[in-house]
Nanobody, 114 residues
């Protein structure tokens, strides 16, 4: 059983930045890693993903503002969030997936004030 723990959320003003971290209890070497978010009353959505080879994908709403990266040596994935907007307010979740096996973290709250 792999444990995934997010950190780095908080309250920030619009235009500010935050960096989220996702640390895993096991090796992430071959995992597909994704950052998701869920705002109140909305479905959980993929924000950014990164393959084991470093190929990234982003939701249109965050392209050019968010950057996902991974450090396999530290079993950690990051989400650098710049130019934050109030609509980025949500609980952000990290997901680690190996084939059909997937593990979720408990989430970290990001609140962007206008």
């Amino acid at each position: 059983q792999v444990q995934v723990v997010e950190s780095g959320g908080g309250l920030v003003q619009a235009g500010g930045s935050l960096r989220l971290s996702c640390a895993a209890s096991g090796s992430l070497l071959f995992a597909y890693m994704g950052w998701y978010r869920q705002a109140p009353g909305k479905q959980r959505e993929l924000v950014a993903g990164i393959t084991s080879g470093g190929i990234t994908t982003y939701a249109d709403s965050v392209k050019g503002r968010f950057t996902i990266s991974r450090d396999n040596a530290k079993n950690t994935v990051y989400l650098q969030m710049n130019s934050l907007k109030p609509e980025d307010t949500a609980v952000y979740y990290c997901n680690a997936r190996w084939g059909l096996q997937a593990y979720w973290g408990q989430g970290t709250q990001v609140t962007v004030s206008s």
